[in-house]
């Protein structure tokens, strides 16, 4: 029998690994598109449903502007690197909420979420571009299906070698790496490698979008005064601490800057 799951999880393991095409390395990851993506979508319209959305406004369009620009810089990479098709599924929404929390999070699929308590810090398109980048890529590298794989991995141990996964079980899985009821999925913390890899990523695509990808450190500094030592939900946990985070991205902004360069990209806003 114990031969038996460890042949179901390694045929699993090899079969589910899909490779990020921004990092180049194999992931993790049990559920397509089609299977993730319908669950997310109808969370998100529950989520807007319940909360307060605004629109019309001009940072409402700031927050749309930003998120097209973003999701188009990422959309040319991707076809630039041998990628076109990759965001087929992708349906791209950018949603301001009226709520004081400092915080902004993204669903599969490309669905955005930033609220109007983290426009002070923000500041400036650019500021809002900085966490944009950030939230757009946790989209890009799946890092939400991903999730998903590591608690169906759990899930198996304890079922012992049941690898069928019906629909009403991945419902579950959802679910359950996700917390539906007591928060949204894109509230949740992600692992600090994947923290750290959205901010990688999400620094490219800025500095593709045009935005000055010198501003993300500035962007984190002013997360970090403000936080007074904790960081807001969406960064929370496991994130890298705000000094490593600051220092990362200070390393990285010429190459960010470098990458935008080979898209024509060499002015910054
Ligand atoms: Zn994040």
New binding site residues.
Partial sequence: MRKLILIAFVFMGVSACKVNPFTGQKTLNFYPNSQVFPSAFAQYDQFLTENNVVTGTADAQMITRVGQRISSAAERWLTANGHPGYLADYKWEYNLVKDETVNA??MPGGKIVFYTGILPITQSETGVAVVMG??V??ALAD?GAQRMSAGTLQQLGAVAGNVAIKDQQTLGIFNQAYGVGTQYLGML??SRS??TE??RIGLQIMAIAGYDPYEAAELWKRMKANSGGEAPP??MST?PSNDTRINNLTVWAPDAAAEAAKFGVTKFQ
């Fill in positions: 999070w993204c950030h939230e890529a946790h890092h913390p992600f994947h923290e959205a901010d969406e960064f994130h």
